[in-house]
């Protein structure tokens, strides 16, 4: 028996197939005139027979060349089914007769051979049930349950073909078969035949079973039921839901016809369910159309309205369908209803689509009774144009906390680019649920030995695996029939009477505000009269603001700085808030002291609007008194912004004279600090406060305007022997440029003994900004100087760019005092070549000559405590230091000494010293130092030797050029610090003090001496200076 | 008899991304009744898509075979795109062929659209 079964299969098939082929080639035009004979009517439907191993009947009919098409293929088939059965093969058997009967369906359609109508629908019905039944005869339960996929063809398609009978046969009509139907019925019976005798016991033949089915309406209903329910119960045991789906749409259109459409409509929905979820749009519209039906019937007015809606929507179905659908829903509405407040909630989606949105003013903010509109942009999705009763938007209200949001200056500042808010655009149909599962959560995985860090097992984990594997069925349901909570607020905006074209229509709806607070829009709503189309949420949020703004007035300068003593202009702004200005109203101005307000013929004041447009431009009066300037406010109404400029003048004082000023007033001239550097260029300010009365608050507001003083002056002392010069110097700081006119300095104090000869220009002079202008003065006087003088400078000014000034300026002044000015000591070096040399050499020896000469008598300058009386004459003691900073010079042997200065005019004190040159060229000469030597304030009784003290390196210096003692001395002298504390050893100490620098004058300043190289230098040196 | 076919791409959501309906020339065309008849099967189909689709290696499934009396033939294309050809008469090599040309198409599509929008 080997291979016997097999090899005879094989040989069946290709029987088979070369059969199939002939039919395909007759199809095709090919002639094989045999096949002729298998195109004979059909005559009888009886079904395969597979019980028997060889159907002996049908083999005689192909012997006696009877066998039609289905006899042929009948007998075949039945050949293979035997042979795979011995073979173990059942599910094959399956899987091959579903292709048959499907095969023979297709062959007689293209053979063009006369069937009777359901006579192959018979055929395939027994087919399919002998074909289950014999698989059940050779397999247990358990195998057939596990092979459900297999033979759940064979029990649709058994399904199927009872179904399409039992609407041939008018059993599925509401009225039963009517004779026509019977007689139909009758036909088909008679091709069945008889049953054959081998199924003749079993009750539940498949002859059998068409038999009775066909017998009555009740028959048919549950042998259809029966298959049906087993079909869509074995779809969806293996998860074919989709075909469970289509299975249980072919029931629920028999439960239409059967007029239970209450269990039509659970197929209905899950098949919907199952097509929406996919997003297969002809399935979705046909569906709908069923449901929409079923509903009808059902009394499901809500639901239907809603499919209807849908419907009337959707572009798969044609227009009148459309229309049709459309018109149920406006009938509908028309009609009147017994409750008169009962409300039909509907989505809005399906009616019309919010496209946009857009508010105006477009940064949606508005002041309280301000005037808003939102303009929205809906699609109608309905096939004919609408007449809606009225288009709501509910809003809801919160008070803000945060107020600053609500500010003009918000407003100004926060605008939007266009205040469009877009709604995005549904994309139906499209499977909506899979696009809400989350995304995959993916992670590699990797599993190391322990003991050698190897790697053992990798992969890859999805850690969201229970989101997204769960069962569809589960999820919530796509097409809640309405869910669609209607909120109640006191807030909405409303548009009546509106009619929705087909396709994007604009509607407006406008507003005045009230409260302020945030307006959030929540629902749209579209009624036509108990039908309420509802967008139950709008998102992206859109939101309004209203706000209410307190009156306010804002002082500010025009140009970055005020300056001083020249007029300014100033800008006034009154945001007027909820405040409306009235003729009369006005600002009072307490005038401050020092700034005039200063009121021209005529002043304009510009009125804006919140959004900064322009509204009016008025004139405005300003009337100044003694202390009060009142400027009448032009009439505004409110949240407006009143906006004029006033021109003010602070009067120029003199910044008292400070410490830095007067330090710099006794600077030393040849004393070149860079401390005016570092003095900066900011300008010295002064502050004017305004208290302003507001016509709209009790209170004043206070405003503080700060101003420039765009000068910064300062003055020195000059000397020449003993005349003295005074120099002021005038700096402009800020950025305009001036013209400076009568410049003078005045002594207040004095009377004609003291005389300043100006040594100016007298035109005018310009002075651009950041530079600076010299006035200089020569100081005469007839008797006896005083120590100290008062001295005021004042100067014209006026911006250079500007003509004539409608009001005369103020002068500048400054105001400082000059000290010790009047010259006592002159001081005079000389270096002199040695004895028989005509020049000095470097390296060698030359004598330095100083000499200090006594310019005057006994002054009251004089009277302090290093003054001695002797017998004729005052004396007073003097320290001189010779110092050379540039290192031209070693001074040899002591440097500095004690001298004790009679206080008389011409006295005379010599000192000579050694220098030697270092370098050759014209060098000039060191300098000589003379300091006032003052005792010790308690102690007079160690009278110490002052050279023995500068040994003892603690002398104490009280002097502000200590810094100049630098290493240069230093190398000269020894050792001498400039130690300014006293403490140094616990010693009463001398102090010295330097002379003021008017009171010395160095009458050797400036000279130089030649000093030619020694002949044994090899290399030339030469100093330049 | 009238030759048609029925052309669906199906995306990886088994959502249709591309119909098509056409018969061969000089055939009437098949009346509007007949779309969403095709897209019912088409829908019902992929159920045996999803079964076969994993046991066979080839990506085209001829095992699809026959369906409520229907000849179907399915491709499987990347990113779980699905190429269904619903037909009444036989005829394997010639959608065979149709197939790969569509799946050649489809290649170059998606090359241009990830071209295009990276």
């Given amino acids: ?1025 | 008899m009238s030759e048609s076919f029925c052309f669906t791409s199906v995306g990886h959501h088994d959502n249709p991304v591309f119909e098509m309906e056409f018969s061969l020339a000089g055939e009437a065309e098949s009346d509007d009744d007949c779309h969403h008849l095709n897209q019912f099967i088409a829908h019902a189909a992929l159920n045996l898509m999803d079964d076969d689709m994993w046991l066979s290696a080839n990506t085209d499934l001829k095992t699809a075979g026959k369906f409520k009396e229907w000849f179907l033939s399915a491709f499987v294309a990347t990113g779980h795109v699905i190429f269904i050809m619903l037909r009444d008469i036989r005829q394997e090599d010639g959608i065979k062929n149709f197939f790969t040309d569509v799946y050649d198409l489809y290649i170059k599509f998606t090359i241009i659209w990830y071209l295009y929008s990276y």
Avoid at chain 1, 825 to 834: D, M, Q
């Fill in chain 1, 1 to 1025: 028996m080997l291979q016997q079964f097999e090899d005879a299969l094989v040989q069946y098939d290709e029987l088979d197939a070369l059969f199939s082929q002939y039919v395909v080639n007759f199809g095709a035009g090919d002639g094989a005139n045999w096949l002729t004979f298998f195109c004979q009517p059909v005559k009888s439907w009886n079904g395969l027979i597979l019980r028997k191993p060889i159907d002996m009947e049908k083999r005689e009919l192909i012997q006696r060349q009877e066998a039609t098409l289905l006899d042929l293929r009948s007998y075949l088939f039945s050949r293979q089914c035997t042979l795979l059965l011995f073979l173990q093969r059942p599910w094959e058997v399956a899987q091959r007769a579903l292709e048959l009967l499907h095969s023979c369906v297709q062959e007689l359609k293209l053979l063009e051979v006369s069937v009777p109508p359901g006579a192959l629908d018979c055929w395939v019905f027994l087919s399919c049930l002998e074909v289950l039944q014999r698989i059940e005869g050779c397999c247990d339960r358990a195998q057939i349950d596990s092979n459900i996929a297999h033979t759940v063809g064979l029990w649709s398609y058994a399904t199927e073909k009872l179904k399409s009978l039992g609407y041939l046969c008018g059993l599925v009509s509401e009225k039963g078969p009517n004779s026509e139907d019977l007689n139909r019925t009758v036909d088909l019976l008679a091709g069945l035949g008889a049953e054959r005798p081998e199924t003749a016991n079993t009750a539940q033949s498949p002859y059998k079973k068409l038999k009775e089915a066909l017998s009555s309406v009740e028959a048919f209903e549950k042998h259809y039921l029966d298959l049906s329910h087993a079909a869509i119960e074995m779809h969806t045991s293996i998860g074919r839901t989709r075909s469970a789906r289509l299975v249980g749409k072919d029931l629920a259109e028999f439960y239409m016809r059967k007029k239970s459409p209450q269990k039509a409509e659970i197929y209905l929905q899950g098949a919907l369910k199952s097509y929406l979820a996919e997003g297969w749009a002809l399935p979705i519209t046909h569906t709908r159309k069923q449901l929409a039906e079923c509903q009808k019937h059902l009394g499901q007015t809500e639901n239907y309205l809603q499919t209807s809606s849908l419907l009337a929507s959707d572009h798969h179905l044609t227009e009148e369908e459309r229309k049709r659908f459309c018109q149920e829903i406006l009938s509908f509405a028309s009609r009147q209803t017994d409750s008169p407040g009962h409300k039909i909630v509907l989505p809005l989606h399906c009616f019309a689509q919010l496209r946009d949105l857009h508010f105006t003013p477009s940064n949606a903010v508005v002041h309280v009774g301000g005037v808003l509109s939102v303009d929205i942009t809906m699609c109608s999705q309905m096939p004919v144009p609408v007449r809606v009763e009225q288009i709501a938007i509910n809003v809801h209200f919160s008070i803000e906390k945060n107020n600053y949001r609500k500010t003009a200056e918000w407003l100004t500042k926060h605008k939007t680019s266009n205040g469009i808010i877009n709604f995005p655009v549904e994309t139906s149909p499209f499977p909506t649920s899979q696009n809400n599962l989350p995304a995959l959560e993916l992670y590699e995985m990797f599993e190391r030995s322990p003991s050698d860090n190897s790697l053992n097992t990798t992969g890859i984990i999805c850690k969201n695996v229970h989101m997204l594997l769960r069962r569809q069925e589960s999820s919530t349901s796509l097409e809640t029939p309405s869910g669609v909570a209607l909120e109640d607020g006191a807030h909405v905006l409303k548009c009546r009477d509106v009619t929705l074209e087909p396709g994007p229509n604009r509607i407006t709806f406008r507003t005045q505000a009230k409260e302020p607070g945030t307006y959030t829009l929540r629902q749209l709503c579209a009624s036509l009269g108990p039908v309420w189309f509802v967008l139950p949420h709008l998102y992206p949020p859109a939101q309004y603001d209203v706000y209410s703004q307190e009156p306010q007035l804002r002082v500010e300068p025009l140009a970055d700085s005020l300056l001083a003593g020249i007029p300014q202009k100033v800008k006034f702004t009154v945001t007027t808030g909820h405040y409306t200005v009235k003729n009369g109203d006005s600002l009072q101005l307490s005038n401050a002291e020092a700034m005039l307000i200063l009121c021209h013929a005529e002043n304009r004041a510009v009125i804006y609007s919140n959004t900064r447009e322009k509204a009016s431009d008025v004139s405005l009066r300003v009337q100044s008194s003694d202390k009060v300037t009142s400027i009448s406010l032009p009439a505004a109404p409110a949240y407006h912004m009143i906006e004029f400029e006033l021109e003010v003048l602070s009067l120029p004082s003199a910044p008292v004279t400070g410490g830095e000023s007067s330090m710099l007033g006794v600077t030393e001239p040849h004393r070149k600090h860079k401390d005016t550097q570092k003095a900066g260029h900011c300008m010295a300010t002064t502050d004017h406060k305004v208290s302003i009365d507001c016509p709209w608050s009790i209170y004043s507001t206070v405003i503080a305007l700060t101003f420039s003083v765009p000068f910064r002056t300062t003055h020195s002392l000059l000397s020449a022997g003993t005349r003295k010069y005074i120099q002021v110097c005038v700096q402009n700081l800020s950025e305009l440029d001036f013209q400076l006119s009568d410049g003078n300095l005045a002594d207040p104090g004095r009377g004609a003994d003291l005389q300043l000869v100006p040594l100016n220009a007298k035109s005018p002079q310009h002075i651009s900004s950041k530079q600076s202008v010299f006035f200089v003065w020569e100081l005469k006087w007839t008797r006896e100087p005083p120590p100290s003088l008062r001295c005021q400078f004042s100067v014209g000014f006026s911006p250079a760019s500007e003509g004539q000034l409608s009001i005369p300026l103020k002068p500048y002044t400054y105001e400082f005092q000059v000290e010790n000015f009047f010259t006592l000591y002159n001081v005079r070096a000389e270096i002199l070549p040695p004895a028989g040399t005509e020049h000095c050499r470097t390296g060698s020896l030359c004598s330095l000559e100083v000499s200090i000469t006594r310019l005057s008598d006994l002054l009251d300058v004089d009277k302090d405590e290093a003054l001695t009386e002797s017998d004729e004459y005052f004396s007073t003691k003097l320290m001189y230091e010779v110092v050379d900073n540039s290192s031209n010079w070693a001074v040899c042997g002591k440097s500095s000494g004690v001298i004790s200065m009679p206080v008389a005019a011409q006295a005379t004190h010599r000192v000579h010293m050694e220098v030697m040159p270092l370098f050759a060229g014209y060098l000039p000469l060191p300098d000589v130092r003379l300091f006032k030597y003052l005792p010790h304030h308690s102690a007079h009784s160690s009278q110490l030797d002052a050279d023995s003290w500068i040994e003892n390196d603690s002398l104490s210096v009280d002097q502000h050029v200590g810094d100049q003692l630098d290493s240069g001395s230093i190398r000269s002298r020894g050792s001498v610090h400039s130690a300014s504390s006293s403490e140094h050893k616990g010693l009463p100490m001398p102090r010295l003090q330097a002379l003021p620098p008017g009171q010395v004058f160095n009458s050797s300043t400036g000279m130089q001496v030649l000093v030619i190289p020694s002949r044994d230098d090899h290399v030339l040196e030469v100093s330049v200076t």
